[in-house]
């Protein structure tokens, strides 16, 4: 059981939420995620560690509210208790030791899952370079944050509304070509699985070394039920103990986007019953 200690509502979808839980904090690193359940009966949900602080014995999360169980994560406030944290799950992302311009991508709650990365890559001695994106001022997340933890934060906007105006792809082929903070020795991608894909089509020439976070669906987390496999490689993995981080320019992206929509009618189903019990509630 965690307790929640803060909230704040980052979107009208998106909340962020700080952790009581000492144990996950103390041996976090970035990359990693848990896996959630609020209620006894309940789904567990996989969720990345955007931060860990391991002396408050505190870990961040922020949650995007799709469906039924974020949801229900969402409707959650200080002095809650979440049912089952279960962390930290997969493997930490491999960080360069030194001298190296790394570029974390983040889109959607991606963007929160860069405080830790970048924090971690500028404190192993390496440039630590942020691309955020949204499509407006107003849906972009943890940018301040960010500032304190990053050399250089970089932000894109599809319309224009604060930073450039174009793509976070856009922002990152202009640094392979040596503008800005200058041309990324390695690339990390962490968001919606469009933009990942588009990420890995954006440094496939360069040949720079390209991750990605998949986010397949899971049941367990723990390699036992085969929910989260991705094909990477010609050969299967499982997110939740091989990943959820892989070479970008192995993951075959067309299969995890059509997998991840394979239980789209039952989750449309889970989402209209909640909203049904909560308006009988109200
Ligand atoms: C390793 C990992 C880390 C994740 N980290 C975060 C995080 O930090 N914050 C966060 O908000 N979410 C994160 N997710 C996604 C999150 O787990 C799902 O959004 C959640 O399970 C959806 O549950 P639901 O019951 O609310 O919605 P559902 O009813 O299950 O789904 C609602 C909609 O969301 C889509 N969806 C469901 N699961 C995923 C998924 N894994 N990826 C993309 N779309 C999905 C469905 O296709 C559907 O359209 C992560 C997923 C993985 C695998
Ligand atoms: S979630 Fe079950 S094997 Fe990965």
Redesign the pocket.
């Given at each position: 059981m965690s307790r929640i200690v803060e909230t704040r509502q980052l979107t009208p979808v998106t909340k962020m939420f700080v952790l009581d839980n000492r144990l996950i904090a103390e041996s976090a690193q970035a990359g990693q995620?848990v896996m959630l359940r609020v209620h006894k009966d309940g789904e567990r949900?996989?969720?990345?560690i955007?931060d860990y602080d391991r002396e408050a014995g505190t870990i961040t999360?922020?949650?995007?509210a799709?469906?039924?169980?974020?949801?229900r994560v969402d409707a959650l406030d200080v002095g809650d208790e979440i049912l089952d944290v279960a962390g930290p799950l997969?493997s930490p992302i491999e960080i360069p030791d030194g001298g190296a311009h790394v570029v974390g991508v983040g889109g959607g709650?991606g963007a929160a899952?860069l405080l830790c990365l970048m924090r971690e890559i500028h404190a192993k001695g390496n440039t630590a370079t942020a691309i955020v994106g949204a499509r407006n001022q107003d849906l972009l997340i943890m940018t301040n944050e960010l500032l304190g933890v990053a050399d250089n934060v970089e932000i894109c906007t599809d319309d224009g509304s604060a930073g450039m105006k174009g793509f976070v792809t856009q922002r990152l082929a202009q640094l392979i070509e040596g503008q800005g903070p200058g041309r990324p020795d390695r690339v990390i991608a962490i968001g919606p699985m469009a933009m990942m894909r588009a990420i890995a089509a954006t440094t496939k020439e360069s040949g720079i070394k390209t991750m990605v976070s998949m986010?397949?669906?899971?049941v367990d987390g723990t390699g036992m039920c085969g929910g989260?496999r991705v094909i990477v490689d010609g050969k299967s993995q499982f997110?939740c103990i091989d990943g959820?981080v892989f070479d970008a320019q192995l993951v075959d992206f067309d299969l995890a986007m059509r997998r991840?929509?394979a239980y789209?009618e039952q989750?449309k189903a889970?989402?209209e019953r909640l909203a049904c019990a909560t308006a009988e509630a109200v």
């Amino acid at each position: 059981m965690s307790r929640i200690v803060e909230t704040r509502q980052l979107t009208p979808v998106t909340k962020m939420f700080v952790l009581d839980n000492r144990l996950i904090a103390e041996s976090a690193q970035a990359g990693q995620f848990v896996m959630l359940r609020v209620h006894k009966d309940g789904e567990r949900i996989p969720v990345t560690i955007a931060d860990y602080d391991r002396e408050a014995g505190t870990i961040t999360i922020v949650v995007q509210a799709v469906g039924a169980t974020t949801r229900r994560v969402d409707a959650l406030d200080v002095g809650d208790e979440i049912l089952d944290v279960a962390g930290p799950l997969g493997s930490p992302i491999e960080i360069p030791d030194g001298g190296a311009h790394v570029v974390g991508v983040g889109g959607g709650f991606g963007a929160a899952a860069l405080l830790c990365l970048m924090r971690e890559i500028h404190a192993k001695g390496n440039t630590a370079t942020a691309i955020v994106g949204a499509r407006n001022q107003d849906l972009l997340i943890m940018t301040n944050e960010l500032l304190g933890v990053a050399d250089n934060v970089e932000i894109c906007t599809d319309d224009g509304s604060a930073g450039m105006k174009g793509f976070v792809t856009q922002r990152l082929a202009q640094l392979i070509e040596g503008q800005g903070p200058g041309r990324p020795d390695r690339v990390i991608a962490i968001g919606p699985m469009a933009m990942m894909r588009a990420i890995a089509a954006t440094t496939k020439e360069s040949g720079i070394k390209t991750m990605v976070s998949m986010d397949p669906l899971m049941v367990d987390g723990t390699g036992m039920c085969g929910g989260c496999r991705v094909i990477v490689d010609g050969k299967s993995q499982f997110a939740c103990i091989d990943g959820p981080v892989f070479d970008a320019q192995l993951v075959d992206f067309d299969l995890a986007m059509r997998r991840n929509k394979a239980y789209a009618e039952q989750e449309k189903a889970a989402a209209e019953r909640l909203a049904c019990a909560t308006a009988e509630a109200v």
